[in-house]
């Protein structure tokens, strides 16, 4: 929808929603508290005191990258939040949401202006009604670090691409540029197994673009797509990566990886699928229309990025659903390509808009006053067990018998729905909230 057909109660009407959104996703990690790894990740992993500078947090992601994963940079981001404070974290994970749909409606349509702010609010929706562990990957510290600003730094290096494949003129200093492009790409490949090979993907696509154009390929082309594989090798070859996939079991045999991609089908459909019936309606009718196949490519490109993220994980021996933040970013992207190469189909009176965002909006409503109660619960939680934690160590006491905290279930709680310490001290998730209490132990008390 064109910001000019908008006047100005609408359009003032479309922004009020946005900074509602916006302020409703605040006040989800308001109440999302800090658990699971987030214990572990205050922590120096060398030398096991809390993360107090920069020197701290590289120290620690030299071992992190030898004994547990190689996900370095979105590790950092770990760190760094949890050395900053939960406050900090609050806020600036609400930007760092603004700036992921902010990107993702940029790929769609190419550039920011004219801004549709309906269409800004329709990727929000699609974010927040399609992502399956809405709260472990936007909410949740170390979720967030890893699947929303890997994310952030993947569409981020997309952007001079994107340009290309539109067929935009190359940069000014094309030496620079080429230069930059390698470390860049390094840092983008380097940030999640799956989104990384969708990244190289992507960046392959825009090269073939411009070489279909007959347009020389620039050379920050070449150097970004190396430092893109660079960055995906550094990950996957990574000592701790290798070691926690041996210690999960492997990959298993051809069977067991056809046995997990037909999860994630069922999984793609179970999650996804109000977005499957709206991109094949968009499909259905680009073809009435009878639009040239060639604008289908790149709302196609997209949407194999996507189909691969998500497939992906059928190799390792298992996908948690909050790695899904990515197959639905690139989903919403081939959504809105799609939607333009099918000719922008809108409502064009101004009553008609503004019911539907309505109702879309009192949707969203419903699924945040839900959501919100349930996520309060938890907290509430968390909060009578530190309060307890600190009750028994001011009494002397070092080794703490705490309750579990058990999550709600909701797409928007981060904590586990089974629970998350046990009566085994010696379990790693026991001894990291200890180490973040200050106790010499913890032990799960029994029901």
């Known amino acids: 929808m064109k910001t000019e057909e908008m006047d100005a109660r609408e359009r003032a009407f479309a922004y009020a929603l946005?900074?509602?959104?916006?302020?409703?996703?605040?006040?989800?990690n308001l109440l999302t508290r800090v658990m699971r790894d987030d214990y572990a990740y205050t922590f120096n992993f060398v030398t096991k005191e809390r993360i107090a500078?920069?020197?701290?947090?590289?120290?620690?992601?030299?071992?992190?990258?030898?004994?547990?994963n190689g996900r370095l940079p979105v590790h950092f981001f770990a760190h760094l939040f949890l050395w900053l404070g939960k406050g900090v974290f609050n806020a600036v994970n609400t930007a760092a949401f603004a700036a992921l749909v902010t990107l993702v409606y940029y790929?769609?349509?190419?550039?920011?202006?004219?801004?549709?702010?309906?269409?800004w609010l329709a990727v929000f929706?699609?974010?927040?009604?399609?992502?399956?562990?809405?709260?472990?990957?936007?909410l949740w510290v170390t979720g967030a670090s890893n699947y929303l600003y890997g994310l952030l730094l993947i569409l981020a290096y997309l952007i001079p691409f994107r340009r290309l494949a539109d067929g935009e003129a190359g940069c000014a200093r094309p030496a620079l540029a080429a230069l930059a492009a390698l470390p860049g790409g390094v840092l983008a490949g380097w940030t999640n197994e799956n989104t990384s090979c969708a990244l190289c993907f992507l960046v392959l696509c825009a090269i073939a673009a411009a070489a279909a154009r007959k347009r020389r390929v620039p050379a920050w082309c070449l150097t970004g797509l190396a430092g893109c594989a660079a960055g995906l090798l550094l990950m996957l070859l990574a000592p701790g990566e290798l070691g926690r996939l041996d210690g999960a079991g492997g990959m298993g045999g051809a069977r067991d990886i056809l046995?997990?991609?037909?999860?994630?089908?069922?999984?793609?459909?179970?999650f996804l699928w109000p977005g499957v019936l709206a991109w094949l309606a968009l499909l259905a009718l680009f073809v009435r229309r009878?639009?040239?196949?060639?604008?289908?490519?790149?709302?196609?490109?997209?949407?194999?990025?996507?189909?691969?993220?998500?497939?992906?994980?059928?190799?390792?021996?298992?996908?948690?659903?909050?790695?899904?933040?990515?197959p639905v970013a690139f989903f919403l992207i081939s959504a809105l390509l799609l939607w333009r190469a099918a000719g922008e189909p809108r409502f064009s009176a101004a009553r008609e808009r503004v019911l539907a965002v309505t109702l879309c909006a009192a949707l969203a409503l419903g699924c945040y006053a839900?959501?919100?109660?349930?996520?309060?619960?938890?907290?509430?939680?968390?909060?009578?067990r530190n309060a307890s934690a600190a009750a028994q160590l001011s009494s002397g006491e070092r080794?703490?018998?705490?309750?579990?905290?058990?999550?709600?279930?909701?797409?928007?709680?981060?904590?586990?729905?089974?629970?998350?310490?046990?009566?085994?001290?010696?379990?790693?998730?026991?001894?990291?909230?200890?180490?973040?209490?200050?106790?010499?132990?913890?032990?799960?008390?029994?029901?």
Request: charged share 15%.
């Open 53 to 68: 500078s920069f020197g701290d947090i590289f120290q620690s992601l030299g071992i992190h990258y030898t004994n547990v």
């Open 125 to 138: 929706f699609g974010f927040w009604s399609l992502t399956p562990a809405f709260g472990e990957s936007f």
């Open 399 to 447: 080794d703490l018998t705490l309750a579990v905290v058990y999550g709600s279930g909701s797409r928007f709680d981060a904590a586990e729905a089974q629970g998350d310490i046990t009566p085994d001290p010696s379990h790693w998730l026991n001894g990291a909230l200890a180490r973040w209490l200050g106790a010499a132990s913890v032990t799960a008390k029994e029901e």
């Open 107 to 119: 790929h769609g349509f190419g550039a920011l202006r004219p801004f549709r702010p309906y269409a």
């Open 259 to 270: 046995w997990r991609a037909g999860v994630v089908t069922y999984k793609l459909l179970r």
């Open 18 to 28: 946005l900074a509602l959104s916006l302020l409703a996703f605040f006040s989800l």
């Open 290 to 326: 009878r639009r040239a196949a060639a604008r289908l490519l790149p709302a196609a490109a997209v949407l194999l990025a996507g189909l691969g993220a998500a497939y992906a994980m059928a190799f390792p021996p298992s996908m948690p659903d909050r790695v899904w933040s990515a």
């Open 370 to 384: 839900a959501g919100a109660k349930k996520l309060s619960v938890t907290a509430e939680a968390f909060d009578a």
